[in-house]
């Protein structure tokens, strides 16, 4: 009875020994970043990653007349998906997919619901109090669509006038402040996403919709009648897009920045853009025709997380 009890009490290190060696932290061929970032222990030990995507941010991350999700933003973060699947060595990684508004992408973030979320996020120094961001995928100008024959031209004709923003929007926050400092005389709307915002400048319900010139010329290439709309005013900022991931996480954020890097030198982001902005794009077909400015290839040139504002 004894030796059989010896026997037993021997074998009880050999099986924690186990437990220990499916770490992937433990294993002799993990990637060294794992030690540094809690996320990417935790998508080791699941083989899952979490993606946040937006639902109508054309062309950038929206739900195609299948209700998948597509766009230049998501073709990115799904490279960077498998970057992070081949550095962790994984046969396999499920992606989670977690849709996201203006308003909560950041709690979403925050709170583990998502890992990683790559849509038309700006950078601004801001936010980056409250999550970490990626080096820049992006920059816009905030700009308005209005009707063709609509004789608004600048911000200043907006007196008197009604305009939407998509709430929690940095467009929303520069155009309530801007309406402040100007008397106060403009009637804003908050809509709760893009395509609710345009569709209330489509049924007359306001003159103008102020957004990031691309995510406009997106809501227009879904318009019935795309010809119908155009941009208009002064940029009222420039700002840069960047992906999301939770601050004090420092091993996930090199990977993510390493990878993004990698597309945006080696051209392959540069095919990517050009496949959303240069090429017919669902649900309808249009192009939006809108080749990369300068101030674009020079952050693929130069990748930085640089927030501009």
Not at 4 to 22: E, M
Not at 246 to 258: A, I, Y
Request: charged share 25%.
């Amino acid at each position: 009875m004894l030796r059989r009890l010896a026997s037993l009490l021997l074998t009880l290190p050999l099986l924690a020994g186990g437990a220990v060696a499916a770490d992937p932290v433990a294993g002799k061929d993990a990637s060294p970043l794992l030690a540094q970032s809690e996320t990417l222990k935790r998508i080791a030990a699941t083989g899952t990653i979490n993606l946040g995507h937006r639902e109508s941010s054309v062309p950038f991350s929206y739900y195609d007349q299948r209700r998948q999700v597509v766009g230049y933003s998501q073709d990115l973060m799904l490279k960077v998906v498998e970057g992070i699947r081949q550095e962790l060595k994984l046969p396999a990684l499920t992606q989670r997919l977690v849709p996201v508004t203006s308003q909560n992408r950041m709690s979403l973030v925050q709170n583990g619901t998502v890992d990683l979320e790559c849509g038309s996020t700006s950078n601004t120094l801001a936010r980056q109090k409250q999550v970490a961001f990626s080096v820049s995928i992006f920059i816009v100008s905030t700009r308005m669509l209005v009707r063709r024959d609509s004789p608004l031209q600048e911000f200043a004709d907006l007196a008197g006038r009604r305009a939407v923003v998509t709430a929690g929007t940095t467009s929303e926050r520069l155009l309530r402040a801007w309406n402040e400092t100007h008397g106060g005389r403009i009637q804003l709307l908050s809509a709760r996403d893009h395509g609710e915002a345009f569709q209330s400048l489509e049924t007359g319900k306001v003159d103008a919709l102020m957004l990031d010139d691309a995510l406009l010329l997106g809501e227009r290439a879904k318009a019935s009648q795309p010809e119908d709309w155009r941009l208009t005013g002064a940029p009222m900022s420039s700002e840069v897009y960047g992906c999301m991931l939770r601050r004090e996480d420092p091993g996930f954020k090199t990977l993510v920045d390493r990878e993004l890097s990698r597309l945006m030198q080696s051209g392959e982001a540069l095919k990517i853009y050009q496949r959303w902005f240069q090429r017919p794009i669902p649900p309808k077909g249009l192009n939006l025709n809108w080749p990369p400015t300068e101030a674009l290839l020079q952050l693929y040139r130069q990748p930085s997380d640089r927030a501009l504002q």
